[in-house]
């Protein structure tokens, strides 16, 4: 395969950045997106040329780490997957691929493709967890709960913190991310107890970030590896509600 | 000024659920317009003195201003501050995880507001504050005002466009106000979805109708002779 590429080259998140053209050939249909920056990496080094910067980790859609926008899509054409798990059999021989960082004003550059995503750690340090005593795991059977909540809870939890809710929504809004956390710890009842109280501090902490106002266009969804689902947004917004009325 | 997001979110979906509310009265109102003149014209203009006279709906009245203008000015608090806080990208396909009316509600409102400054001008201004012509029962003549209006094709496109923006600004907004105020179980939010387009549709058509209908009542004996059906 041949493959045209634009990729975003920035030296620093002051410096200005730019795209630059690459044509690489001869490749696998079948390696995956990363792998083909691999090659051209190892191109980029031959020519003693500075290799492009992206972020990766586990590269088995885990991580979280890898997202980009290709081709004006997070993580590329397809819904549901990560960067890393997306190969060059999706693109067709000849294709031209634009790729750029993920956008938003709380997410600066670092270097090239690499973003710094450490407003998301903030908002969970702010909340994001229960208080309660660590020890060993207590007994399973002494908290109750039916198959259908822990379900639910879990697909909230799936949340990898990738960052394509907000590339894509076009209000740069951290909605999606925060209320993945604070509903799969309202579900459950271990956080349940403190559900007032980290919705307020999430939510300020999102605010004093700087993220956008969710304005329900469910682009997020659509777009997030994990399908985390947008009636976590609602849920956030109903603990919100209630510790507006009944106080955090 | 306030500052949280979510909080100027239900700033916008209160002021823009009442202002729902308010058109269904306002709707239901205005299809007395729809009778035969003799009787359109007496009950019509009854009922728009007694609305004007009346002391609750001039409470509501003042709702309804600090409503329209408090969801105006938090649409532009928060349209400018998404546009710095979102990216832009040099190739963009985002388009395709959204409705285009969810990405539009501000450039959709906007229409709706130009619209609301015309029909206060239309109607609202004409009836308070000018001596307008009176009916034979002694009372301010605004069915004639309304005829004569809609008999101006113009404003006839006018309003039916409007109408169109807001169609589409309700089909997003009832959904999205509802969302803000946090109704989260599945079973609600579909039942929320399906209600809200339904509402969306009806109240938009509803309003739209009428302009035409009044327009064509009065133009029918041309418009039957262009049509040669005479
Ligand atoms: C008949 C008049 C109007 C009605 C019934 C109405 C209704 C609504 C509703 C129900 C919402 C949803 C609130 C939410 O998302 O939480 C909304 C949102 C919005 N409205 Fe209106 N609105 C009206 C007029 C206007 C006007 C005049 C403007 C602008 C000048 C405007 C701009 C907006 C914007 C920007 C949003 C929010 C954006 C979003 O959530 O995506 N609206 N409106
Ligand atoms: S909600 Fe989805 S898109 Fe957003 S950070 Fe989590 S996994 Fe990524
Ligand atoms: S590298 Fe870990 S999710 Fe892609």
Not at chain 1, 33 to 52: A, C, H, I, S, W
Not at chain 1, 156 to 172: D, E, H, L, M
Not at chain 2, 186 to 201: F, I, L
Request: with cysteine; hydrophobic share 45%; charged share 15%.
């Amino acid at each position: 395969m041949k493959l045209k590429l634009n990729i975003w080259r920035q030296e620093s998140a002051t410096a200005k950045g730019a795209f630059k053209t690459y044509t690489l050939e001869n490749l696998e249909k079948d390696m995956s997106f990363l792998e083909m920056l691999d090659v051209l990496n190892e191109q980029l080094v031959t020519k003693g040329e500075r290799p492009v910067v992206f972020d990766h980790d586990c590269r088995e859609g885990i991580c979280g780490t890898c997202g980009v926008m290709i081709n004006g899509r997070a993580h590329g054409p397809i819904g549901g997957i990560t960067t890393c798990q997306l190969h060059l059999r999706s693109f067709n021989d000849g294709d031209e691929i634009t790729v750029e960082p993920f956008r938003a004003s709380t997410f600066p550059i670092i270097k090239d493709l690499k973003i710094n995503r450490s407003a998301f750690d903030r908002i969970i340090s702010a909340g994001g967890y229960i208080s309660a005593s660590t020890g060993s795991a207590p007994e399973a059977n002494s908290i109750l709960i039916t198959h259908d909540v822990a379900e639910s809870a879990f697909d909230s939890a799936a949340c990898i913190g990738c960052g394509a809710c907000v590339a894509t929504c076009k209000n740069g809004s951290a909605a999606l991310f925060t209320s993945a956390k604070i509903s799969h710890l309202a579900k459950l009842p271990q956080g349940r107890a403190e559900a007032r109280i980290r919705v307020v501090k999430m939510v300020e902490q999102m605010d004093k970030e700087g993220f956008g106002h969710c304005t329900n266009t469910e682009a997020c969804e659509a777009e997030c590896p994990m399908g985390v689902s947008v009636l976590n947004i609602a849920q956030m917004n109903w603990e919100y509600n209630k510790a507006l009325l009944l106080g955090a | 000024m306030i500052k949280l997001t979510l909080l100027r979110k239900l700033l916008m979906a209160l002021t823009g659920l009442f202002l729902c509310l308010f058109l269904v009265i306002h709707l239901l109102g205005n299809l007395q317009l729809f009778l035969p003149k003799e009787i359109a014209q007496e009950q019509f203009n009854a009922y728009s003195q007694a609305l004007s006279g009346n002391l609750f709906i001039k409470v509501v009245a003042i709702g309804l201003y600090v409503s329209i203008l408090a969801h105006a000015i938090y649409a532009v608090v928060i349209t400018i501050y998404n546009r710095k806080s979102g990216g832009k990208y040099a190739v963009d396909e985002r388009k395709v995880a959204s409705p285009w009316y969810s990405r539009s509600m501000g450039l959709l409102g906007t229409v709706i507001f130009v619209f609301i400054v015309i029909h206060f001008q239309n109607f609202w201004y004409y009836y308070k504050f000018t001596d307008m012509p009176l009916d034979p029962w002694g009372r301010k003549d605004l069915y004639s005002a309304v005829v004569n209006l809609f008999g101006n094709v113009w404003y006839v496109v006018i309003y039916v466009v409007s109408m169109v923006a807001m169609g589409y600004h309700l089909l997003h907004g009832v959904a999205s106000a509802v969302r803000t105020l946090g109704v989260y179980h599945q079973k609600y939010v579909r039942v929320v979805n399906v209600a809200g387009v339904v509402y969306s549709v009806v109240i938009s058509a509803g309003f739209a109708i009428i302009p035409i209908y009044v327009y064509l009542v009065q133009h029918q004996e041309r418009l039957l002779t262009l049509l040669q059906l005479k």
